[in-house]
Nanobody, 120 residues
């Protein structure tokens, strides 16, 4: 079992920056892909950023050139740097890890979410 703990959310003015963190409680697995999602009330969860095991990345169109997903393997932590933030970035942000154990079993773990509010 792996727990993901997110932090870094909060209130920021439009044009400002935030860095979200997602720390995994264990490292005895192989990461296939890491995602950041976001969700607004009564809306579907939206993919924000993806980091593949080979280092490939993908971003939501509205986040290209503003968001960066990175990983610190030594700390078992993934980050989402958000710059030039806009009011429409206001959501609850979630990370997930899609991992494979030494026995080749696959698991998907989610963080608890962190609120990001951008004031206009």
């Amino acid at each position: 079992q792996v727990q993901l703990v997110e932090s870094g959310g909060g209130l920021v003015q439009a044009g400002g920056s935030l860095r979200l963190s997602c720390a995994a409680s264990a490292s005895n697995f192989e990461i296939n892909v890491i995602h950041w999602y976001r969700q607004a009330p009564d809306k579907q969860r939206e993919l924000v950023a993806m980091l593949a095991h080979n280092g490939g990345t993908k971003y939501v169109d509205s986040g290209k050139d503003r968001f960066t997903i990175t990983r610190d393997s030594a700390k078992n932590t993934v980050y989402l740097q958000m710059n030039s933030m806009k009011h429409e970035d206001t959501h609850v942000y979630y990370c997930n890890f899609f991992v494979q154990s030494a026995l080749k079993e696959k698991y998907l773990y989610w963080g608890q979410g962190t609120q990001v509010t951008v004031s206009s």
